[in-house]
């Protein structure tokens, strides 16, 4: 069977990133920005769920830590090693520890490519030591490991649905061993029947594996079942981190109460049953971000002090939550 | 259902002719939509859901076969000439469509847009609409009309797209609004907006809806009724409160199990069935969900279950008559 990544690290470190693009903007080049100050810590075997909604910089974050994009600043320890002063060959080497689950499964494989092929193109290039036979063997196990057999070695994506082809885009994902793997939206594209499925596939994995897991996904619901630890953002800033069991039993932000508030319950009993204030308005453009607390012209407690000052992250009950009247916020 | 009939559907088939042989989108379908009612309708991607729409406002297309009945009141709408139609879809049936920016026209002001539907229908004046089009943009919560009316469609969020479709869906006062996943592009509170909109406008015009959507969140939160389609069928219906309470065949309990929630400690294991949807070009013989059914009969393989009332108001197309709740037992 696969073995466990190494003990020893798989612990990533995150201080300080900035991420912006840079985009034209009536008329002239600016800089759009994705992510502010974002810090956090994942420790090997835990998973950790980024949320928040389109343009909250949850993807961005990704992306950056993967170095598909650069940081505009900050850090990113793992296992001794910042990922974003990496360069040449040392970030080429790394790569094969750092591994991406796309959303949209089928769009994410080569249709050109055989599935035999598309898993083993991970071990052609981190692994080039091994002999075809060695090769196969490595993808037949990974192929079982999740539900996928030798039958479907020769044929092609198109002939998979999409929970069969994110079984596939799981496989090469995990077959050289990463020891970060980050799932953007994993199960967002999938029918509801197939992504239990993919839900329990993930997480067993993850446990036999002791995989470091970063979880983007906007659906609450689905971050529970799968995290350990969730962190909220809006706009590209951090309003709360907790574990899993103390921010969906306590939320102290505003904005994390209102994204419970506003997740679907599939219960209609408890669903009409609940408080609801629905959040007014969407989110703000990045390019005129309020002053002081983002979240604020949304906020049903924003004060005067809310306009003027930022909020730091500070622990408040079992959360670190960014919010001047985070007290005062309950459920 | 409640109250009297305004739309009877009866043995709507919908199918297609490609390379791999008939597609059945929907299958000898029955279904009621009473006044003033809230029906949802779920199913999975290939469910036929949307075709059920689409059928009922003549869009299906040029190659699609469409059998059956599908009957506004007493007026028969399948066959109907297209200027016929055309008196019918806009004004008393209307569409919200997924992606409000493809729906949408990008070279037009959203004024024209809203406006141009009481140009058509009612033969109001340009300046007559536009007054209209002013307060049903007020009436779904768009900030600043007057501004909006002047816009483009790209100058404006996902949520004020959707609100325009809204707004373009009911300037007419219809007795129907069919709604395709209306939410499901848009950020959790903003979809939590569009869902009470949609809640609100009923209460005040009296206009029927049926909603289409894959999530039973959204029908938990919105719908009166709820119809559970699988592949091209619907295969249970009842009122939204008895189907969850009691939901009697077998993929509605899946559906229903296989949801995490945020409102409950998490389980070690979703309970999950294996298995996809099965291919509308090759469905099996008997039973559409057999393969993937854990009540699975002898009968189930050949003959295909009818729609048969099996409590109050509620329906469902399945030989098993036993109790459910092997998935729970079969997860942990």
Redesign the interface.
């Known amino acids: 069977m696969i073995a466990a990544a190494s003990e020893s690290g798989g612990r990533l470190s995150v201080r300080g990133l900035h991420v912006s693009y840079r985009i034209a903007f009536g008329g002239r080049h600016t800089r759009l920005p994705a992510v502010h100050d974002v810090a956090f810590d994942l420790a090997q075997g835990e998973t950790l769920g980024i949320v928040g909604e389109s343009g909250s910089g949850k993807s961005s974050i990704a992306r950056a830590l993967l170095r598909l994009i650069p940081a505009d600043s900050g850090s990113a320890l793992f296992q001794g090693t910042d990922l974003l002063a990496l360069s040449g060959a040392a970030l080429q080497a790394m790569r094969r520890h750092l591994q991406l689950i796309f959303q949209d499964p089928l769009a994410a494989l080569d249709p050109r490519m055989s599935i035999g092929e598309i898993v083993a193109e991970p071990l052609r290039v981190f692994a080039p030591q091994l002999d075809a036979a060695a090769r196969r063997e490595r993808v037949l196990q990974m192929l079982q490991a999740v539900g996928l057999g030798a039958q479907h070695l020769q044929r092609y994506p198109h002939e998979f649905s999409g929970g069969q082809a994110q079984r596939i885009g799981i496989a090469r994902a995990l077959i050289i061993q990463p020891q970060l793997v980050v799932c953007d939206e994993p199960l967002s594209a999938l029918d509801v029947s197939i992504k239990s499925q993919i839900s329990n596939l993930l997480k067993d994995l993850q446990r036999r594996l002791r995989l470091s897991l970063l979880f983007i996904s906007h659906d609450l619901a689905a971050v529970r079942f799968s995290c350990d630890r969730v962190m909220v953002l809006y706009l590209g800033r951090i309003m709360e981190t907790a574990s899993c069991d103390a921010l969906f039993s306590a939320a102290h932000h505003p904005y994390t109460r209102a994204l419970l508030q506003a997740a679907p319950i599939p219960d209609p009993v408890a669903a009409r049953a609940r408080r609801k204030l629905p959040l007014e308005g969407e989110i703000p453009s990045p390019l005129a971000a309020p002053s002081g607390c983002v979240f604020r012209t949304r906020c049903p407690l924003a004060i005067e002090r809310c306009a003027r000052e930022l909020p730091k992250l500070r622990t408040v009950g079992d959360s670190l939550v960014a919010c001047h009247r985070a007290e005062e916020v309950v459920g | 259902m409640q109250g009297a009939a305004l739309l009877t559907i009866r043995g709507l088939s919908v199918s297609y002719p490609s390379a791999r042989g008939c597609i059945d989108a929907v299958r000898e379908l029955d279904l009621q939509v009473g006044a003033g009612e809230f029906l949802g309708i779920v199913g ?2 290939g469910s036929g859901k949307t075709q059920l729409l689409l059928s009922v406002l003549g869009l299906t297309g040029a190659r699609a076969q469409v059998r059956g009945s599908i009957r506004l009141h007493d007026q028969e709408l399948l066959g109907l000439p297209t200027g016929a139609l055309n008196r019918v879809r806009g004004d008393r049936i209307s569409m919200v469509f997924q992606d409000p920016m493809t729906a949408l026209n990008p070279y037009l002001r959203i004024g024209r847009q809203i406006s141009e539907v009481l140009c058509v229908h009612r033969k109001l004046s340009e300046r007559a609409a536009r007054e209209r089009a002013v307060r049903m943009l007020e009436a779904v919560h768009i900030p600043d009309p007057e501004r909006r009316l002047r816009q483009y469609p790209h100058e404006l ?1 996902g ?2 797209r959707q609100r325009v479709m809204i707004a373009i869906a009911l300037i007419t006062e219809p007795e129907i609004v069919l709604a395709d996943e209306p939410s499901t592009a848009l ?7 569009i869902l ?1 909109l949609f809640q609100e406008l009923r209460a005040r015009t009296g206009t029927a809806i049926v909603l289409v959507t ?8 919105a719908v009166d009724r709820v119809a559970v389609m699988y592949a091209g069928r619907i295969v249970e219906q009842a009122p ?2 008895e189907l ?2 009691h939901p009697r065949h077998p993929y509605t309990e ?3 199990q ?6 409950a400690p ?2 070690q ?6 298995g ?2 099965p291919d509308p070009a090759r469905l099996p013989a008997g039973c559409a969900f057999a393969p ?1 059914c854990l009540y699975r009969l002898p009968v189930c393989e050949t003959l295909s279950p009818a729609l048969l009332e099996a409590g109050a108001d509620h329906f469902k197309a399945c030989h098993y008559q036993g109790a459910l709740g092997r998935l729970r037992g079969a997860a942990t």
Do not use: K, W
């Open positions: 999975e991607s969020s949520g004020m950020d959790v509170t903003v979809q939590a907006q009470s894959h999530d039973l969140g959204v029908i938990a939160e939204v409160l969850f309470a899946a559906l229903q296989s949801i995490p929630r945020i409102d998490r389980p294991q979703l309970p999950s069935i294996g996809a949807p993937r």
